[in-house]
């Protein structure tokens, strides 16, 4: 096969990319209190996509408070979406096996701390991915490409506690030295040409206007370093929600899935798109 003509510029998503997903927290709350895995997800993403109170935190539309934490939860705790997710969920994993009866018991919509679970999620997305930052930090050595942020993010008052009533920072945490990363930058901007923040230009993926303002902003940033206009068909863009890849794709991006707990097969692609070598040698094995 003919090599692949590399992107002129690169667009990360942060949570489950570059820095621990969020996703995980999630998966282990599940597990922890018997919820069918994958509810919680298919919850947010059902919106409503004007008035889900995900959806508006996303879009800093409302502030995070008790009064969005108790929204939080009645998005997680919709009847009528639990029964739906219940009965397909026990379907699938009971095929051929459960009487049609038995499906039909659906039992009470769990009773999710969604402050707890909320916050959860913001303290295991503090960790730099061990696969994905490193490779990151390369790409950004090297020069050789527009570098932008998109991501979904929350915007978070100042010297708002957490659930534990622990002032919340969203610094990351890097290893103490001698490791490689411990002088480095705790705000994940800093690795980036482009940082689109959802909270605080008003739009989130997967809207259509989220990858026009990003491919924009980039293309901006390559005329200034002289690589030339970036029109969509020149960023790739890694991310780890299907839906949000899916829009990408249909707005003309190049796209990689990050699957969760896999990040590692994603910088592999990203070598093979970039023609750079991301991973250490030890890590290759």
Not at 190 to 214: Q, T
Not at 238 to 243: P, Q, R
Not at 252 to 275: C, H, P
């Amino acid at each position: 096969m003919p090599p692949k003509t590399p992107p002129k510029a690169i667009l990360f998503d942060i949570g489950g990319v570059c820095v621990v997903s969020p996703f995980q927290a999630i998966l282990d709350y599940e597990l922890e209190n018997d919820i069918p895995v994958g509810y919680i997800n298919h919850a947010i993403q059902q919106g409503p996509h004007d008035t889900g109170a995900w959806q508006l935190i996303e879009r800093g539309e409302v502030e995070l408070n008790d009064a969005w934490f108790r929204a939080f939860k009645a998005q997680l705790s919709r009847p009528e979406i639990w029964t739906a997710y219940w009965r397909k969920h026990s379907v699938t994993q009971n095929a051929g096996g459960v009487p049609a009866a038995a499906v039909e018991r659906v039992p009470a919509v769990p009773d999710i701390d969604a402050k707890r679970l909320f916050w959860r999620m913001m303290r295991i997305s503090r960790t730099p991915d061990a696969w994905m930052y490193p490779a990151l930090k390369r790409l950004r050595h090297s020069g050789r490409f527009v570098l932008g942020a998109l991501s979904n993010t929350v915007h978070f008052p100042t010297g708002v506690l957490d659930d534990e009533g622990v002032l919340f920072e969203k610094a990351l945490l890097h290893p103490p030295p001698p490791h490689p990363h411990a002088a480095d930058s705790t705000d994940i901007a800093d690795c980036f040409d482009v940082y689109i923040s959802s909270a605080h230009v008003g739009v989130r993926k997967p809207d259509p206007k989220a990858y026009e303002l990003a491919v924009r902003e980039l293309g901006r940033v390559a005329e200034r370093k002289g690589l030339g206009e970036v029109s969509a068909r020149d960023v790739l863009f890694l991310d780890d929600i299907g839906v949000n890849l899916k829009w990408a794709q249909r707005s003309g991006l190049r796209t990689i899935k990050v699957s969760l707990g896999r990040t590692r097969e994603a910088v592999r692609e990203l070598e093979e798109e970039t023609g750079m070598q991301l991973l250490e040698e030890k890590s290759r094995l």
